[in-house]
């Protein structure tokens, strides 16, 4: 397969695109997502405040079959910049919590293309677009994020993956979690994430390199946060967050958390001991 050119100028073409939505923040959703990661406590109601990360459940974007990429994917070239390297991931993110998000409220968002940047790795090139979102409640910014998107060539199949190290001790507060296809399935669902990795085996293994299905990253990340947001001292909020292995179907993670002082340190650990995220939080008033 041949390399694709990365036109890094062309690419910061997109630089400062912005693009405006608004949705109802539904409570109903929210109790789909609540039965999806097992969420305990009575069921969310409008009025209650949208669980920390939950966020990520709305402004969904629904596009007809021939819009869609083979990765199943939206097409690039629209708000996103059409990056040539196949395989897309999210990296990361920052996410500054500045009010509560009231459960049936309607919510605006401004996203806007804050940079793109060209690296090479030992995989080959990359390219990390950062999208910046605000989401506001009558007119007062409620919540402000960063998002990280890395794109790649994949990685060949078989691919030998790093040697964990035995990665850091367990936290303070620990839980345990097995994702299996239903849970998967039903994210995949609520986002409305037609991203084969999550769901196509034989992609999965037969494309991007992967052994099996991949955890979303974004649902490592809200499990992370909403550990974060139980066990702080005050409310949350901030919640910084970078992948650094994919967690795979069929691997049991285990999410840690070490409070020290007003802040915290997060990681969700693999069976060998590697670390597949880990995250950083902060608490206020």
Same mark, same amino acid.
Request: glycine share 12%; hydrophobic share 35%; charged share 20%.
């Given at each position: 397969?041949?390399?694709?050119?990365?036109?890094?100028?062309?690419?910061?073409?997109?630089?400062?695109?912005?693009?405006?939505? &608004?949705?109802?923040?539904?409570? $109903?959703?929210?109790? /789909?997502?609540?039965?999806?990661?097992?969420? *305990?406590? #009575? @069921?969310?109601?409008?009025?209650?405040?949208?669980?920390?990360?939950?966020?990520?459940?709305?402004?969904?974007?629904?596009?007809?079959?021939?819009?869609?990429?083979?990765?199943?994917?939206?097409?690039?070239?629209?708000?996103?910049?059409?990056?040539?390297?196949?395989?897309?991931?999210?990296?990361?993110?920052?996410?500054?919590?500045?009010?509560?998000?009231?459960?049936?409220?309607?919510?605006?968002?401004?996203?806007?293309?804050?940079?793109?940047?060209?690296?090479?790795?030992?995989?080959?090139?990359?390219?990390?677009?950062?999208?910046?979102?605000?989401? &506001?409640?009558?007119?007062?910014? $409620?919540?402000?994020? /960063?998002?990280?998107?890395?794109?790649?060539? *994949?990685? #060949? @199949?078989?691919?030998?993956?790093?040697?964990?190290?035995?990665?850091?001790?367990?936290?303070?507060?620990?839980?345990?979690?097995?994702?299996?296809?239903?849970?998967?399935?039903?994210?995949?669902?609520?986002?409305?994430?037609?991203?084969?990795?999550?769901?196509?085996?034989?992609?999965?293994?037969?494309?991007?390199?992967?052994?099996?299905?991949?955890?979303?990253?974004?649902?490592?990340?809200t499990l992370l946060c909403g550990l974060a947001a139980d066990v702080g001292p005050a409310?949350?909020?901030?919640?910084?967050?970078?992948?650094?292995?994919?967690?795979?179907?069929?691997?049991?993670?285990?999410?840690?958390?070490?409070?020290?002082?007003?802040?915290?340190?997060?990681?969700?650990?693999?069976?060998?001991?590697?670390?597949?995220?880990?995250?950083?939080?902060?608490?206020?008033?």
């Open positions: 397969m041949s390399t694709p050119t990365i036109d890094i100028e062309h690419l910061r073409g997109w630089i400062g695109r912005s693009q405006t939505d &608004s949705d109802p923040a539904l409570a $109903r959703h929210a109790r /789909l997502m609540a039965a999806t990661v097992d969420r *305990p406590g #009575p @069921a969310l109601a409008d009025g209650d405040p949208l669980p920390h990360c939950w966020h990520w459940l709305y402004f969904l974007e629904g596009l007809p079959p021939g819009r869609l990429g083979p990765d199943g994917h939206p097409e690039r070239g629209g708000f996103m910049p059409p990056v040539p390297l196949p395989n897309r991931m999210w990296a990361g993110g920052d996410v500054r919590f500045e009010g509560p998000i009231p459960l049936g409220a309607t919510m605006d968002k401004r996203s806007t293309i804050k940079s793109v940047e060209h690296k090479s790795g030992r995989s080959g090139d990359l390219v990390f677009v950062t999208v910046e979102h605000e989401i &506001s409640v009558d007119g007062s910014r $409620r919540l402000h994020e /960063l998002q990280n998107i890395v794109y790649k060539s *994949p990685a #060949p @199949a078989g691919n030998a993956r790093p040697p964990a190290d035995g990665g850091p001790a367990p936290g303070q507060h620990v839980r345990k979690l097995t994702p299996d296809t239903t849970m998967l399935f039903r994210y995949s669902a609520l986002t409305f994430n037609g991203h084969r990795i999550h769901y196509d085996q034989d992609y999965c293994r037969d494309v991007e390199g992967y052994d099996n299905c991949v955890i979303h990253g974004p649902l490592v990340a409310p949350l909020c901030r919640f910084s967050y970078r992948g650094l292995r994919p967690a795979i179907l069929g691997v049991d993670l285990e999410f840690n958390a070490t409070v020290e002082g007003n802040s915290a340190r997060l990681w969700s650990r693999l069976p060998d001991g590697g670390v597949s995220m880990q995250a950083e939080a902060e608490y206020g008033d």
